[in-house]
């Protein structure tokens, strides 16, 4: 072979190599470790004076980290959470939901309360790292922390059995207890049932509250249930469906169509896939009680329902309203719905029947790390 031709191969599978590296790398992931994440592994929220952090902003960001196949950010997101929100050790407690500027200029944690989703986020993201990567490390830490949430998040309620309240304190009353919908993913849900009880029960119970608490298709960001009474969804109690509920359709649209829950939650939710098909854009919030639509979503809200919506026509609408409007730097909510939605849309990952990740690493990525 001449040097000319040697030169060209040579070239070739330069190009090649770097093709292969470009599409293992995930931009908006990239982009959002430089807008909204410290060099220490802490996520940003620029919205708030007090520069704060929250346990959901840290479970989001393992769960991006491990689908990006960046082992060296989840290991610095792991560190900062667990040495800042958990005194060092997450199988000795649950890490607090809130971190920020204190008035005295100090930082530190500015409430010790929990936050079940991102409990729960934490620990799949955990156990299926220890998966994917071969870390007993992880595994361990990960059953541990789940061991946690199910003795200090996990309540028995007459009339529907265990339920995952919000966080540790302030949801359960003697004869009332709160509850967010979005706050335990179902393919999340199907996951821990290999772990026994009380998972099993909660995947049922989840899917209970689910499908009783939205009448009218649309799920409450936050409900309440009463002994003896159930649910709290009469007309007047403006139980509204907004930016905590954006997620319900999310998760649901992100399980695997074999999962046995999936068909009734798309059924049971379609009137929001109906409303935004017709006016082109997600509303910002919904009435439960009466299906009353006020405002226009952010542009987040359409990243959350390119996995919910059935329709390809509608799915393209808010698909070409993501690229044209994508998240800036001063948008956290907005911005990790996206990585959730976009990334969904973009086969960067999948989840299957049992609540498995599969992410899109494949042999060149995998090599490529």
């Given at each position: 072979m001449s040097m000319r031709a040697l030169r060209w191969v040579v070239?070739?599978?330069?190009?090649?190599?770097?093709?292969?590296?470009?599409?293992?790398?995930?931009?908006?992931?990239?982009?959002?470790?430089?807008?909204?994440?410290?060099?220490?592994?802490?996520?940003?929220?620029?919205?708030?004076?007090?520069?704060?952090?929250?346990?959901?902003g840290q479970s989001y960001a393992l769960f991006f980290a491990l689908v990006a196949n960046d082992r060296k950010a989840f290991d610095t997101q792991l560190d900062w959470t667990q040495n800042n929100l958990a005194q060092g050790d997450l199988t000795a407690r649950l890490p607090a939901w809130l971190w920020g500027k204190k008035e005295d200029t100090s930082w530190d944690v500015l409430d010790t309360n929990s936050a079940a989703d991102s409990d729960l986020w934490i620990a799949w993201s955990l156990l299926e790292a220890g998966r994917l990567w071969q870390e007993p490390r992880y595994t361990t830490l990960g059953k541990a922390l789940l061991s946690r949430i199910a003795k200090e998040e996990v309540t028995n309620v007459p009339g529907l059995g265990s339920m995952l309240l919000p966080g540790k304190v302030g949801f359960a009353e003697a004869t009332s207890w709160r509850f967010n919908p979005s706050y335990l993913p179902p393919q999340l849900a199907?996951?821990?049932?290999?772990?026994?009880?009380?998972?099993?029960?909660?995947?049922?119970?989840?899917?209970?509250?689910?499908?009783?608490?939205?009448?009218?298709?649309?799920?409450?960001?936050?409900?309440?249930?009463?002994?003896?009474?159930?649910?709290?969804?009469?007309?007047?109690?403006?139980?509204?469906?907004?930016?905590?509920?954006?997620?319900?359709?999310?998760?649901?649209?992100?399980?695997?169509?074999?999962?046995?829950?999936?068909?009734?939650?798309?059924?049971?939710?379609?009137?929001?896939?109906?409303?935004?098909?017709?006016?082109?854009?997600?509303?910002?919030?919904?009435?439960?009680?009466?299906?009353?639509?006020?405002?226009?979503?952010?542009?987040?809200?359409?990243?959350?329902?390119?996995?919910?919506?059935?329709n390809r026509d509608a799915q393209a609408v808010q698909r070409q309203i993501v690229a044209d409007r994508f998240p800036g730097d001063d948008a956290y909510y907005s911005y990790v719905l996206t990585l959730f939605g976009q990334g969904w849309d973009e086969h960067r990952f999948r989840f299957t029947p049992r609540g498995e990740l599969q992410p899109d690493w494949g042999q060149a990525c995998a090599s490529s790390q």
């Open positions: 070239m070739a599978l330069v190009l090649v190599a770097m093709n292969a590296r470009a599409a293992c790398t995930w931009p908006a992931w990239e982009h959002f470790k430089q807008a909204y994440m410290s060099d220490g592994g802490r996520v940003i929220d620029p919205s708030d004076a007090r520069k704060i952090t929250t346990s959901e199907s996951y821990f049932t290999r772990f026994g009880a009380p998972w099993t029960t909660l995947r049922e119970t989840n899917l209970r509250l689910l499908l009783e608490t939205a009448p009218k298709g649309f799920s409450p960001d936050w409900v309440r249930y009463q002994k003896g009474k159930g649910w709290q969804l009469q007309p007047g109690k403006t139980l509204v469906s907004s930016y905590d509920a954006i997620r319900v359709y999310l998760w649901v649209g992100m399980m695997h169509d074999r999962d046995g829950q999936k068909a009734r939650l798309l059924e049971r939710l379609k009137p929001m896939a109906t409303v935004t098909a017709k006016n082109g854009v997600v509303p910002e919030k919904v009435d439960v009680a009466t299906g009353q639509v006020r405002g226009d979503g952010p542009v987040g809200f359409s990243a959350a329902l390119l996995p919910f919506l059935q």
